[in-house]
């Protein structure tokens, strides 16, 4: 079962921000957030992941409530080539870093 | 960095055949591999998890002499549909992680489509 909780569906504007919400309200201490996107016919694109800390890098900006029991990806200036099935997703070592794939946020980027 | 390849992009082939999928790391060390499967307007579903130098872990389901997975070194890993049928078509999904620090994320590869006819 996925342990975490998305929209179904969103649209964002081209060269507007992006804000993905996740709730994870069970997570456990040890689990990290990662967020992976796919585009149509294509394996999944690993995008961010974090533990507590808002965490940022060239693609997104990871941001985590300070209860750890919901995150946000935000893409900064979301670009056409950004639509795709965006997935939030938390494991750990204990789980054998296994990624469960539960129906992710399909993100469609209008111009 | 970390770029994964798998290969074949796509296979057709009879009823009955076996297909074998490679998927490699290609500039770093997977100690652990993945394998999932696919199928239309479906998310990804995990088969097994294959370490390096020792039998692969099948996920519950997952008929583990239909898909043989060889994990022989860091940066190979294969996945063996054996007799494969109709029902086996699917898109196939290997990722690799370095495994060392609990947190590194997979990376994966482009995935293999394979049609049974």
Partial sequence: DAKTTQPTSMDCAEGRAANLPCNHSTISGNEYVYWYRQIHSQGPQYIIHGLKNNETNEMASLIITEDRKSSTLILPHATLRDTAVYYCIVSDKAAGNKLTFGGGTRVLVKP | ?117
């Fill in chain 2, 1 to 117: 960095g970390a770029v994964v390849s798998q290969h074949p992009s796509w296979v057709i082939c009879k009823s009955g055949t076996s297909v074998k999928i490679e998927c490699r790391s290609l500039d770093f060390q997977a100690t652990t591999m993945f394998w999932y499967r696919q199928f239309p307007k479906q998310s990804l579903m995990l088969m097994a998890t294959s370490n390096e130098g020792s039998k692969a872990t099948y996920e519950q389901g997952v008929e583990k002499d239909k898909f043989l997975i060889n994990h022989a070194s860091l940066t190979l890993s294969t996945l063996t549909v054996t007799s494969a049928h109709p029902e086996d078509s699917s898109f196939y999904i290997c990722s690799a992680s370095t495994g060392g620090r609990l947190n590194q994320p997979q990376h994966f590869g482009d995935g293999t489509r394979l049609s049974i006819l």
